[in-house]
């Protein structure tokens, strides 16, 4: 079965240290996965796709097949960066979300 | 962002009534989305569209009904509303499966 595993509900964690938002993936063919995030009173919107390869707010996210994982990172995290983070396998399938907390 | 909007934004109604929500994107793109977020629930996705007049069930799509019968519009209607209802929706527009998906700010529903 498709599924999306986010295994936090809640990621709490100082300015400047790193992040790390996990992803766990169950799908039988190639994978489209993405972050997406919503801050405070805002809509949701793409953070990252793992076909761009690309860094966005200092954050990174690799797809690792073996694992089957998409896992979100930042090194040095910020207190902006506070808001719920979505893994989403195409548009059908989400995770519940991580919501991260970052303490000044 | 302007691009997909949602209305209304806020709704209170109450059991067994009919409630329609809207959703009207100016980019035209093919698919369109409607999911409910709740807590503990993440996004579930209820309805979506290829294209005009093609609609097809997500997850959770007892109770609702959709149609699309021009590209820009995706109304989303609770033929008789129940209070399990009661959530934030949000609908959404791609350009095709695979790319960016654009999301509207959502209309919180409740159903007392």
């Known amino acids: 079965a498709q599924r999306v595993t986010q295994p936090e509900k809640l990621l709490s964690v100082f300015k400047g240290a790193p992040v790390e938002l996990k992803c766990n993936y169950s799908?039988?063919?190639?994978?489209?996965l993405f972050w997406y995030v919503q801050y405070s009173r805002q809509r949701l919107q793409l953070l990252l796709r793992?076909?761009?390869?690309?860094s966005i707010k200092g954050f990174t996210a690799d797809l690792n097949k073996g694992e089957t994982s998409f896992h979100l990172k930042k090194p040095f995290a910020q207190e902006e960066d506070s808001a719920m983070y979505y893994c989403?396998?195409?548009?059908?399938?989400w995770g519940l979300g991580t919501s991260l907390a970052v303490n000044p | 962002d302007a691009g997909i909007t949602q209305s209304p934004r806020y709704k209170i109604t109450e059991t067994g009534r009919q409630v329609t929500l809207m959703c009207h994107q100016t980019?035209?793109?093919?698919?369109m989305f409607w999911y409910r977020q709740d807590l503990g629930h993440g996004l579930r996705l209820i309805y979506y569209?290829?294209?005009?007049?093609?609609?097809d069930k997500g997850e959770v799509p007892d109770g609702y009904v959709v149609s699309r019968s021009k590209t820009e519009n995706f109304p989303l209607t609770l033929e008789s509303a129940t209070r399990s209802q009661t959530s934030v929706y949000f609908c959404?527009?791609?350009?095709?499966?695979?790319?960016?998906?654009?999301f509207g700010p959502g209309t919180r529903l409740t159903v007392l």
């Open positions: 989403a396998l195409s548009a059908v399938i």
């Open positions: 799908y039988s063919g190639s994978p489209e």
């Open positions: 793992h076909i761009s390869r690309e």
């Open positions: 980019w035209s793109h093919s698919y």
């Open positions: 569209s290829a294209a005009a007049d093609i609609t």
């Open positions: 959404a527009s791609r350009v095709g499966m695979g790319n960016t998906q654009y």
